[in-house]
């Protein structure tokens, strides 16, 4: 396995070397809504900060986009529905139905809180491949806190069982169940009560990740390097989400304690925290489209490089702006923002 992964990195590296990305993208997120029905303490785009001045894509612009994307590379393995709340689209199962006809491996984050009985059927019977809840605590008075809305754990425990019972009754074994929790000041001493409970849920893979806090001295800084404001303000939050520096011994005695609460439990957990800038494979492999037809070059990054509704989505990819972020990342341009990112969250403290 070693020698393994030091060939990939080397391909990996390869790939990345240059401004333009030598493959089509291997993974697609296409962003359906902007929208929410809660309020969480560590997002800030149910507040709509950055909002456009642009009118949704209609679902039929969606559905020729899958198709575009599947039609220009045949080999882009996942596609990602994502929002907002997915589950506040209306076509999100047509996208679903269509994504798998084109032989997509489908996934969608949510949190759980719009999935009643009927909503259940729906999602199991698309044919969704993978459902990621998203779970702040392992009990609904920190959770509900965190996530602003009374009743929003119960639901996703609800939504969690409304799964289970839809897969069994059609003879389903899909979509598979994770979790994903994000860590901050207001959860992270509660992560290791979370494996027992995924156990009794049902549910073994399991991931956390740091939360992204961006300071507006890094908002401005990446924007004078692209000239243009480009980093948006959703990832603006109070840095006393962040863990204090003198509670970091604490924080890593806490990180162990669920580790091994995740291996007695049977869950199989990946922790992403990183201490540096982690090589990208985002901007060489990766099609982000928002829900205005955008196509941006990360999440962190909303340069907008071009919109599908006036240009063909493969067109796009290898433009100048698209180039342009590759060429600022190697140059080293980008660290203060890229260690800030939301794939690869480093750990701070305040």
């Given at each position: 396995m070693p020698k393994v992964s030091r060939i990939l990195e080397k391909g990996f590296q390869f790939l990345t070397k240059g401004e333009k990305a030598l493959t089509p993208p291997f993974y697609a997120v296409i962003e359906v809504n902007d929208r929410c029905c809660l309020r969480c303490k560590q997002c800030n785009l149910w507040k709509r900060v950055d909002k456009l001045n642009q009118e949704y894509l209609t679902e039929s612009e969606i559905v020729k986009l899958i198709r575009d994307i599947r039609k220009w590379n045949p080999l882009t393995k996942t596609l990602m529905f994502c929002g907002g709340e997915p589950f506040l689209e209306k076509g999100i199962f047509r996208y679903i139905q269509v994504a798998k006809r084109?032989?997509?491996?489908?996934?969608?984050?949510?949190?759980?809180?719009?999935?009643?009985e009927d909503m259940a059927y729906d999602i199991v019977d698309s044919g969704l491949d993978e459902l990621c809840f998203s779970l702040d605590a392992p009990e609904a008075k920190i959770h509900d806190n965190i996530r602003g809305v009374k009743g929003s754990f119960d639901r996703l425990i609800k939504a969690n069982e409304l799964?289970?019972?839809a897969k069994r009754e059609l003879n389903r074994k899909t979509p598979s169940i994770r979790v994903n929790t994000v860590i901050s000041n207001l959860n992270y001493k509660y992560l290791p009560l979370i494996p027992s409970l995924l156990r009794k849920m049902g549910i073994k893979e399991y991931a956390a990740q740091y939360i992204t806090v961006v300071s507006p001295e890094i908002k401005e800084a990446t924007d004078r390097v692209f000239r243009r404001a480009v980093c948006p303000k959703q990832w603006i939050l109070p840095k006393?989400?962040?863990?204090p520096k003198e509670e970091e011994n604490e924080f890593w005695k806490t990180i162990s304690m669920l580790e091994k609460r995740a291996k007695e439990n049977n869950i199989n957990l990946s922790l992403r925290l990183y201490n540096k800038m982690q090589p990208c494979s985002i901007l060489w492999g990766s099609l982000l489209v928002d829900s205005y037809g955008n196509v941006l070059p990360c999440t962190m990054l909303r340069d907008?490089?071009?919109?599908?509704?006036g240009r063909n989505v493969k067109s796009i990819w290898n433009n100048e702006k698209m180039k342009n972020a590759r060429k600022l990342f190697n140059q080293g341009k980008l660290n203060p923002i890229c260690t800030r990112c939301c794939i690869y969250p480093n750990v701070m403290f305040r």
């Open positions: 084109l032989k997509f491996f489908t996934t969608i984050t949510t949190n759980g809180f719009l999935i009643d799964i289970n019972k006393e989400l962040l863990i907008i490089a071009g919109n599908i509704r």
